[in-house]
C-alpha cells in the first residue's frame, strides 16, 4: 500500500471518530493527515519522521487558526474557556480535600484538576462555579 493511501485512511477514520466523539479536535488532527497524503500523492519525498512532524504541526495550525470559525459556523456562540464548563455537573474521580494537593474531577469524558471549599468524597457530583488556570472549582451539588 502506499503511504500517501494509508495517511488518506488515517484521515478518514479521524474524521469519522469526530462523529461519535464530538469535540472538534479529531478532526484537526485528520485533516493534517490528509495534507500529508496529499504532498506525498504529489511526490513530495518525505522521511517518516518528517510526515509525522509535519502532521502534528499542520494539527496545531488548523487547531489554533480554525477551530473557532468553524464553531461560528456551527452555530455556537464563541465562548470564552473559562466561561464553558461553568455551571456544568461533572463527578469526582478523586476525593478532593481543602488547602491540599488538589482531586479530581470528569467532565464529558475528560478528567480535570478540582479544588472545592469543603471535603467532597469520589464519586459525588458537583457543580463547576469557577476556574483557576488548569483548575476547576466546584462544589457540592446541592440536593
Known sequence: MEKWVLWFII???????????????????????????????????LSFGMQLFLCAVLSVIFIVFLRKKIIWLKGKEEQNVEDEYIGKTAIVVE?????????????????????????????????????????????????
Open 95 to 143: 476525593k478532593i480535600i481543602p488547602d491540599q494537593q488538589q482531586g479530581k474531577i470528569k467532565l464529558e469524558g475528560t478528567t480535570f484538576p478540582a479544588s472545592a471549599s469543603e471535603v467532597i468524597e469520589e464519586s459525588e457530583p458537583v457543580k463547576i462555579i469557577n476556574k483557576e488556570s488548569i483548575i476547576m472549582i466546584v462544589e457540592k451539588l446541592k440536593k
Open 11 to 45: 484521515g478518514a477514520v479521524l474524521a469519522i471518530f469526530e462523529f461519535a466523539l464530538p469535540g472538534l479536535i479529531i478532526i484537526f488532527i485528520g485533516l493534517a493527515c490528509w495534507g500529508i497524503a496529499l504532498l506525498l500523492w504529489l511526490g513530495v519525498n
